[in-house]
């Protein structure tokens, strides 16, 4: 029984985000408003989860079994990676040469100021390698490691490792970072009845999660103050900068080219617009279950506009057009420009649902392939039928839903994962 549940709710995780984040908007929208974009973007989600589930029935019967040893060794190379990646930390962090926590604190820094230098701080140099480390392992093995620990290690240590983690994750203003390792927990306490953990656990999380959500929706809510209403970030507008909305001087071609033609103007707002209440709760909901889909719906109107419908293949990834001999489309970075209206200077991305890159890229045929393989992939730790492997899914789902798979396969750590899982084997046999 106990097998049964693991391995239900693992390969349940990924179809919920799918359903929670995008399909369930986009339905919303082709219902409400007779969107035929959204309509596509909802086809798009059904089709990957047939195709999905096609790929883990498969998966579970021509590829090995991986089964996790709960042992001192194991439990060693657990502590290694978590000692790993808080050194990682604090390299980073002196060669910053601040906690951005601290920055905004001591100096008073903008919170999004103080996340976005941090983070482009490592792109050059050895310095690169060790900020790409950090997400991988960010991703693709602490959320394993930490509930190996959780399962195998003493209390104290747990508690331990998970308030230096916490404080780790928070310290960059990155809200989403801290979802990868606490809800593979709060999942695998609640399977496993262990509601002590969960309470400490959850208290943790809250302490982490809604202080830093705070200062950065206080930043928001003082902009929206300011302007007496609700503050509406349209295609014009570039970046927040301290707590103000600075307009662009620099816009896109194609950003240009759809303001001239007083396009965006006649556009309702559920298409193009980034809405945030005056209400921090507003906000969050928003951030969360509105902007996934947001995202992915602007991935697919961008290509529409900008390629005129015709399907990119390789060029959607960096290392593909590369190969191939191809133009890097940089999607992530032109959708965000379109939508903000953006120059080139512009740094920011907006990361969306694989099924969109899918099927800008290949159209439906590659929707299936890569939900295929998705499927192919998750069904290594579904029939793993361990916590550590199959609440691992939780952090690989919820960034599909986020950012692109070939992204998800390699920074994103899901590749990793696997050589994580045949690491902490027990044995491996083949399933006749």
């Known amino acids: 029984m106990k097998v049964k549940k693991i391995a239900l709710v693992s390969s349940s995780i990924f179809p919920l985000f799918v359903i929670g984040f995008v399909f369930v908007q986009s339905l919303f929208v082709w219902i409400n408003y007779n969107d035929k974009n959204s ?42 990676v978590i000692h790993i990646f808080i050194t990682i930390n604090i390299i980073l962090f002196i060669y910053y040469g601040q906690i951005p926590f601290f920055e905004y604190l001591i100096n008073g820094k ?30 693709g093995v602490l959320p394993f490691v930490i509930v190996f620990i959780a399962m195998h290690d003493s209390t104290k240590r747990y508690y331990v490792y998970l308030i230096i983690l916490s404080f780790l994750l928070m310290s960059t203003f990155e809200k989403a970072n801290v979802f ?26 809250c302490f982490s999660f809604f202080i830093i959500a705070t200062i950065q929706v206080s930043v928001f809510v003082t902009s929206i103050d300011d302007n007496k209403g609700d503050l509406i970030f349209s295609p014009q507008s570039d970046i927040i900068e301290n707590g103000q909305e600075r307009s662009s001087t620099k816009s ?14 006649e556009t309702p707002n559920y298409r193009f617009y980034l809405q945030y209440s005056s209400s921090q709760l507003a906000y969050l909901v928003n951030r969360m279950f509105w902007i996934p889909y947001i995202t992915a719906y602007d991935t697919i109107l961008y290509w529409k506009f900008r390629y005129d419908s015709k399907h990119i293949g390789a060029s959607v990834n960096r290392h593909l057009a590369y190969l191939f001999g191809l133009n890097f489309a940089d999607l992530e970075r032109e959708v965000f420009r ?42 290594v730790f579904i029939f793993s039928y361990s916590y550590e492997g199959g ?11 986020n950012a692109s798979f070939i992204s998800m396969l390699f920074s994103g750590g899901l590749a990793f994962s696997l050589l994580v899982i045949f690491i902490y084997s027990k044995k491996v046999r083949w399933i006749k």
């Open 39 to 80: 309509g596509l973007l909802a086809v798009i989600c059904i089709t990957a989860l047939i195709f999905y589930y096609l790929g883990v029935f498969l998966g579970g019967g021509i590829l090995p079994r991986f089964k996790v040893k709960a042992s001192k060794k194991n439990l060693g190379k657990s502590r290694l």
């Open 110 to 139: 903008s919170p999004l100021l103080a996340r976005r230098d941090f983070s482009g701080a490592f792109s050059s140099g050895y310095i690169e390698a060790f900020y790409y480390a950090k997400s991988i392992l960010l991703r």
């Open 180 to 205: 990868w390792i606490y809800f593979p927990l709060f999942l695998l306490f609640l399977l496993t009845s262990d509601f002590k953990k969960l309470f400490h656990s959850f208290l943790l999380f």
């Open 252 to 265: 896109t071609d194609i950003a240009n080219t759809f303001l001239k033609a007083g396009f965006l103007p």
């Open 338 to 379: 379109f939508q903000y209206g953006s120059g080139a200077d512009s740094t920011g991305n907006a990361n969306a649902f694989y099924g969109a890159e899918a099927f800008v890229a290949f159209g439906i045929v590659g929707v299936m392939i890569f939900s295929l393989i998705i499927g192919l992939v998750f069904s």
């Open 391 to 401: 609440l691992l899914l939780f952090s690989a789902s919820f960034g599909l839903v």
